[in-house]
């Protein structure tokens, strides 16, 4: 007898029709609409009688490089945009003159008057009449955010042809409100620092409708360089970053942070890799360089400024090292022209992890940091499955077998030798004997939600994996409710496949919302000037991290809702055919002294699932859960700066459990059950 079934498509209609009929109602629609095939009973069998596997402790981690403003401009506090100016050799972008009453004079770069060798450049206001007053103004990143009873510090070079001081104020764009003021010492006619705090009324309403004021009442010629502004930071640490990111971040619960790239530590060209010697040391000796995203990075977030970060978080560093390939092609496959830059990851490792009696661990300690910092991984390069030569062989080879030479606790990771990656896949495991493959994965919705069974049956002889860089790609500039919905079945299958898959981390990380501010569409946190928020693929990550347990636990699933995979553009070309495949995907974990299982459940479908659950193996279970619900009235729906907690995690008790029961689960919604067992 056929059975009854019921199907959706979104036209948000539903349909009742018979089964036969249904695979021809839902491919003669594959191009139009991803249907939806209920089941009749979904049901999952935890199976604590079986023997689990323990949990990597640094499954879940962060990968950070500069996109999309995530340092200047974003997690490093900074408020004044190209401070050093150096962002356009040929205007002192962002920065304006300011002029009030009869002022009159001009600003320009100024390139005989160097503070020392790296900064070459300063601004030169060239006063002839100051008028009620005359000044130059800075834009910040999108606006300086100001705050009630905020106290701001800041620095900068000065010298003038007059003993005059200068006032510093943050004020608003058209400068009738002075939210801010403090007056420099005089100023001689040689280059001195100065530094400054300028704290805020507590009756101030936050904008960012502000810009930085230096200004004069005195004519003459002034100069200016490295002008540096910060608001408080996390933790207060100068030089540090933005508290309400951080508080993010360390919701996360990561364990490590990969950095510092991405196609950031490649760099275009060689001159603008990620040279690690020039990010350390005190700010007025960092050159800065051109990121491959579009803008210049300050380097005012260097090497020991991530060691920091991942310190504040309780991160390992996850250190990549640049390996002689640049995005445009470059490459060095001669071992001699290449070991400089062997000696050069060697010294950066020991930057990182050698004690002050090391001249690199020395360095260290000069600049702030005499403990050192643990490390267990070393990425050698980024993607060079680009690197069509097939040099890489090579590289890797050269480079593993020094730092395993002089590091043999170190493991290693190549970006080549996956096979589910195309990228990664190019090339075979280096015959250099890597621990770890790094695969990368940037897909929709429906591609990640086949991709939860991705490791399922995948090879176990080989290395392990490392997916150091995966995103559902739907949704900008941070991504929507589906990308959570593709991400939490992703991360269903890493969990499941844990023994295999060691590590693993979202990318990119941040977004400043701002136009302009975005080189990758589909990033996890957004932010303005003022505050930040998490998409609901933030706080899956959130959820799925913060309930992780410590043992993986065996389950079956049967009877499950399934989904058409429709073809994409690019299958439909390669004859990849339209694909019936889960939607719901399940992980359990648990942690068995505290006595509590972890059962993640996402429900992809557009109604209620109601799922029937046998826990075998246990005496004990409470007829009380806690469930952690993610769920959206649409998959399109989203968070954003102005509605920043519209999908957020909502905590409820669960009743009627016990070793037979039946949950319901809402239509797209992701749960955590946190299941006692004592
Ligand atoms: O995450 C954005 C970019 O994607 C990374 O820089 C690069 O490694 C990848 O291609």
Request: neutral net charge; proline residues 6%; aromatic residues 10%.
């Amino acid at each position: 007898m056929p059975i009854k079934t019921n199907i959706k498509i979104q036209t948000n209609k539903t349909y009742k029709m018979e089964s036969h009929k249904l695979l021809l109602f839902a491919f003669s629609g594959m191009f139009l609409f991803n249907t939806v095939i209920y089941a009749q009973s979904p049901s999952v069998i935890i199976k604590l009688d079986q023997p689990g596997f323990a949990v990597p402790s640094k499954l879940y981690g962060l990968m950070t490089e500069d996109i999309n403003y995530s340092y200047d401009g974003g997690l490093y506090a900074e408020l004044i945009h190209n401070r050093s100016f150096k962002d356009n050799s040929m205007s002192p972008e962002h920065w304006a003159l300011v002029k009030e009453g009869e002022a009159k004079g001009k600003i320009s770069l100024d390139r005989h008057n160097p503070v020392n060798e790296i900064l070459l450049v300063s601004l030169q206001l060239d006063v002839q009449n100051a008028g009620t007053r005359i000044g130059v103004a800075n834009d910040g990143y999108w606006g300086i955010p100001v705050r009630p009873k905020t106290t701001y510090t800041g620095s900068f070079y000065a010298k003038a042809t007059k003993s005059a001081p200068l006032t510093i104020s943050i004020e608003s764009i058209d400068g009738k409100t002075v939210y801010a003021k403090a007056l420099t010492k005089t100023l001689g006619r040689e280059w001195m620092q100065y530094q400054l705090t300028l704290t805020t009324a507590a009756d101030i309403t936050p904008t960012a409708n502000t810009r930085f004021v230096i200004s004069t009442t005195d004519s003459g010629k002034y100069w200016v360089s490295q002008v540096s502004l910060f608001p408080p930071t996390y933790n207060n640490t100068p030089n540090g970053n933005r508290p309400d990111i951080m508080k993010l971040l360390a919701d996360m619960k990561p364990s490590f942070l990969r950095f510092p790239g991405g196609n950031y530590l490649e760099g275009d060209y060689f001159s603008s890799r990620f040279d690690w010697k020039k990010t350390i040391g005190k700010l007025d000796q960092r050159c800065g360089h051109q990121s491959p995203w579009g803008y210049r990075s300050t380097d005012g977030m260097g090497l020991l400024e991530y060691l920091m970060w991942c310190e504040d978080l309780k991160m390992e560093p996850l250190l990549a090292v640049f390996a002689g390939y640049t995005l445009k092609g470059d490459y060095l496959d001669d071992p001699n022209l290449l070991q400089p830059f062997v000696n050069e990851a060697l010294e950066e490792i020991e930057y990182v992890i050698g004690d002050q009696s090391t001249k690199w661990g020395a360095v260290r300690a000069r600049d702030g940091h005499p403990a050192s910092f643990p490390l267990s991984y070393i990425e050698i390069g980024n993607e060079d499955g680009f690197d069509r030569s097939g040099s890489y062989e090579k590289r890797f080879n050269q480079f593993a077998a020094s730092i395993r030479a002089k590091y043999p606790q170190l493991k290693i990771i190549s970006t080549v030798g996956g096979k589910n990656d195309w990228l990664s896949g190019r090339f075979p495991v280096p015959k250099g004997n890597p621990d770890l493959i790094d695969e990368h994965f940037y897909r929709n919705s429906i591609e990640m939600q086949e991709m939860a069974s991705l490791y399922d049956n995948y090879d176990r002889t080989g290395p392990k994996i490392f997916v150091g860089e995966w995103a559902t790609r739907e949704g900008f500039p941070t991504t929507n409710f589906n990308s959570a919905l593709g991400d939490a079945a992703f991360l269903t299958g890493l969990e499941r496949n844990s023994d295999l898959v060691l590590m693993h981390c979202y990318a990119p990380l941040f977004v400043n919302i701002n136009p302009g501010g975005m080189q990758w569409k589909s990033d996890l946190i957004g932010y303005n000037a003022l505050t930040s928020f998490g998409s609901p693929a933030y706080h899956v990550q959130k959820m799925f991290s913060q309930n992780l347990g410590d043992q993986v636990v065996k389950f079956e699933t049967s009877n499950l809702p399934t989904q058409l995979k429709k073809p994409s553009a690019r299958d439909s070309a390669t004859g990849v055919q339209p694909k019936v495949i889960p939607a719901m995907f399940f992980s359990v974990t648990k942690n068995a002294k505290a006595g509590i299982i972890y059962l993640k459940v996402v429900n992809s479908t557009p109604v209620v699932q109601k799922v029937k659950l046998d826990i075998q193996g246990i005496a004990n279970i409470s007829s009380k859960a806690t469930a952690i619900t993610l769920k959206a009235a649409s998959t399109d729906d989203t968070n954003t700066i102005a509605e920043p907690e519209k999908i957020i995690p909502a905590t409820t008790t669960v009743k009627g459990l016990g070793k037979h029961s039946e949950q319901s689960f809402p239509a797209y919604s992701i749960t955590v059950l946190q299941i006692r067992t004592k």
